[in-house]
């Protein structure tokens, strides 16, 4: 079975610091996807990257980069000179390559930026 | 990107009645789409996949014939969930992945908060 770990519950920041967000995944198939959505307060997810299994190269997007490691299963995700529109909670996720293809969940991280 | 839209929005119920929660694909088809339920503060958990043409497959632990899936169209798969109890409170979220013979990425819709009083 698939397992996804956000180690992290709540995060406080001040504006302008640099935050990570830390996922751990668990998957016995070789061949898996992983993703991060952002859900802001109306509940809305929104979807932010996603990975597959082969390719460990970082990404960088603007403010946000992330940095997948598969010798220690992880994902994590950070953001830069952080904004409180940043504010929200966010997922990581984990997806098989075959089959349904259905979603597996962190339990999130609540991530709040004070001006 | 790929658009998915859920209707109502809100809705609230007195116990024991029926609620039906659409959820559609506006700019592409989907032959899978996913149900998830998030409770406060909680994390999304996968309730079951809704497929064209065929039977729900429902995750453990969820009730077919309380949460049902119809899958009526390429574009539009509905959750009822019948005679709802207070517990059934939660915010229901549909996905749906693009189609294609590759592994797309999947959109949510913007989600249905029930309240069952």
């Known amino acids: 079975a698939q397992k996804v770990t956000q180690a992290q519950t709540e995060i406080s920041v001040v504006e302008k610091e640099d935050v990570t967000l830390d996922c751990v995944y668990e998957t016995r198939d070789t061949t898996y996807y992983l993703f991060w959505y952002k859900q802001p307060p109306s509940g809305e997810l929104v979807f932010l990257i996603r990975r597959n299994s082969f390719d460990e190269q970082n990404e960088i997007s603007g403010r946000y980069s992330w940095n997948f490691q598969k010798s220690t299963s992880s994902f994590n995700f950070t953001i830069t000179a952080s904004q409180v529109v940043d504010s929200a909670v966010y997922f990581c996720a984990l997806s098989l390559a075959q089959g349904a293809q259905k979603l597996v969940f962190g339990q999130g991280t609540r991530l709040t930026i004070n001006p | 990107g790929a658009v998915v839209s859920q209707h109502p929005s809100r809705v609230i119920c007195k116990s024991g009645t029926s609620v039906k929660i659409e959820c559609r694909s506006l700019?592409?088809?989907?032959?899978?789409m996913f149900w998830y339920r998030q409770f406060p503060k909680q994390s999304l958990m996968l309730m079951a996949t809704?497929?064209?043409?065929?039977?729900?497959?429902?995750e453990q632990g969820v009730e077919k014939d309380k949460f049902l899936i119809n899958h009526a169209s390429l574009t539009l798969s509905t959750l009822t969930v019948t005679s709802a109890h207070p517990e059934d409170s939660s915010f229901y979220i549909c996905s749906a992945p693009t189609s294609g013979g590759a592994f797309e990425t999947q959109y949510f819709g913007p989600g249905t908060r029930l309240l069952v009083l």
């Open positions: 700019d592409f088809q989907a032959t899978t």
């Open positions: 809704s497929n064209e043409g065929s039977k729900a497959t429902y």
